[in-house]
Protein backbone atom coordinates (compact mmCIF):
# COMPACT_ATOMS: atom_id res chain seq x y z
CA UNK A 1 0.00 0.00 0.00
CA UNK A 2 0.67 3.78 -0.42
CA UNK A 3 0.14 6.39 2.09
CA UNK A 4 0.10 9.94 0.60
CA UNK A 5 0.01 13.19 3.09
CA UNK A 6 -0.82 16.57 1.03
CA UNK A 7 -0.16 19.89 2.57
CA UNK A 8 0.10 23.77 1.44
CA UNK A 9 -3.01 24.53 0.66
CA UNK A 10 -4.73 28.16 2.07
CA UNK A 11 -6.30 30.88 0.74
CA UNK A 12 -4.26 33.57 -1.44
CA UNK A 13 -5.32 36.70 -3.38
CA UNK A 14 -5.28 36.03 -7.22
CA UNK A 15 -1.63 36.67 -8.70
CA UNK A 16 -0.41 34.92 -5.53
CA UNK A 17 1.47 31.97 -4.84
CA UNK A 18 1.17 28.60 -3.24
CA UNK A 19 3.44 24.94 -3.01
CA UNK A 20 1.81 22.03 -2.65
CA UNK A 21 3.30 19.31 -0.95
CA UNK A 22 2.58 15.69 -1.10
CA UNK A 23 4.27 12.99 1.49
CA UNK A 24 4.19 8.92 -0.05
CA UNK A 25 5.01 6.83 2.61
CA UNK A 26 4.72 2.69 2.06
CA UNK A 27 5.23 0.49 -1.17
CA UNK A 28 6.99 3.78 -2.99
CA UNK A 29 8.66 1.57 -5.26
CA UNK A 30 5.77 0.38 -7.14
CA UNK A 31 5.02 3.71 -7.91
CA UNK A 32 5.12 5.06 -11.57
CA UNK A 33 3.42 8.15 -12.12
CA UNK A 34 2.91 10.48 -9.42
CA UNK A 35 0.41 13.28 -10.11
CA UNK A 36 -2.12 16.22 -8.87
CA UNK A 37 -5.76 16.37 -9.65
CA UNK A 38 -8.59 19.38 -8.47
CA UNK A 39 -12.08 18.75 -8.16
CA UNK A 40 -13.68 22.16 -8.26
CA UNK A 41 -17.27 22.87 -6.40
CA UNK A 42 -19.84 21.08 -8.63
CA UNK A 43 -16.66 19.91 -11.43
CA UNK A 44 -15.54 16.98 -11.69
CA UNK A 45 -11.70 16.08 -10.55
CA UNK A 46 -8.91 17.19 -13.55
CA UNK A 47 -5.67 16.12 -14.26
CA UNK A 48 -3.52 18.96 -13.08
CA UNK A 49 0.19 18.16 -13.41
CA UNK A 50 1.71 14.35 -13.49
CA UNK A 51 4.99 13.34 -13.22
CA UNK A 52 6.90 9.94 -13.85
CA UNK A 53 9.21 8.29 -12.78
CA UNK A 54 11.79 8.91 -15.07
CA UNK A 55 11.39 12.86 -14.99
CA UNK A 56 8.98 13.28 -17.81
CA UNK A 57 6.39 15.85 -16.87
CA UNK A 58 2.66 16.60 -18.63
CA UNK A 59 0.14 19.84 -17.47
CA UNK A 60 -2.80 21.00 -18.04
CA UNK A 61 -3.61 23.51 -21.02
CA UNK A 62 -5.15 25.52 -18.23
CA UNK A 63 -1.60 25.90 -15.90
CA UNK A 64 0.61 25.41 -18.39
CA UNK A 65 3.67 28.13 -17.91
CA UNK A 66 2.21 28.71 -14.24
CA UNK A 67 2.11 25.60 -12.24
CA UNK A 68 5.45 23.15 -11.83
CA UNK A 69 5.35 19.63 -10.63
CA UNK A 70 8.90 18.19 -9.07
CA UNK A 71 9.91 15.75 -6.33
CA UNK A 72 12.72 15.39 -4.16
CA UNK A 73 13.24 11.38 -3.88
CA UNK A 74 15.71 11.99 -0.38
CA UNK A 75 12.33 12.92 1.64
CA UNK A 76 9.70 10.53 -0.58
CA UNK A 77 7.79 14.18 -1.41
CA UNK A 78 6.17 15.41 -4.69
CA UNK A 79 5.52 19.39 -5.10
CA UNK A 80 3.31 21.77 -7.14
CA UNK A 81 4.48 25.12 -6.81
CA UNK A 82 1.65 27.28 -8.43
CA UNK A 83 2.29 30.80 -9.31
CA UNK A 84 -0.17 33.38 -11.16
CA UNK A 85 -2.78 32.12 -9.11
CA UNK A 86 -6.49 32.45 -10.73
CA UNK A 87 -10.03 32.50 -9.12
CA UNK A 88 -10.55 29.48 -11.55
CA UNK A 89 -7.30 27.62 -9.76
CA UNK A 90 -9.85 27.13 -6.78
CA UNK A 91 -10.42 23.69 -5.42
CA UNK A 92 -9.85 21.02 -3.67
CA UNK A 93 -6.60 19.44 -4.73
CA UNK A 94 -5.53 15.85 -4.53
CA UNK A 95 -1.93 13.41 -4.83
CA UNK A 96 -2.41 10.92 -6.72
CA UNK A 97 -0.14 7.91 -7.02
CA UNK A 98 -0.44 5.34 -10.41
CA UNK A 99 1.16 1.79 -9.80
CA UNK A 100 -0.03 -1.81 -9.74
CA UNK A 101 -3.53 0.03 -7.99
CA UNK A 102 -4.46 3.89 -8.03
CA UNK A 103 -3.76 5.86 -4.31
CA UNK A 104 -5.04 9.10 -3.42
CA UNK A 105 -4.47 11.46 -0.55
CA UNK A 106 -6.95 13.28 1.59
CA UNK A 107 -6.69 16.41 -0.13
CA UNK A 108 -6.22 20.35 0.65
CA UNK A 109 -8.16 23.18 -0.10
CA UNK A 110 -6.93 26.05 -2.61
CA UNK A 111 -9.39 29.53 -2.67
CA UNK A 112 -8.17 32.18 -4.23
CA UNK A 113 -10.21 35.35 -4.00
CA UNK A 114 -10.07 37.86 -6.68
Known amino acids: QVQLVESGGGLVQAGGSLRLSCAAS????????MGWYRQAPGKQRELVAA???????NYADSVKGRFTISRDNAKNTMYLQMNSLKPEDTGVYYC????????WGQGTQVTVSS
Open 96 to 103: NSKGPRDY
Open 51 to 57: LTRGGNT
Open 26 to 33: GSIFSINV
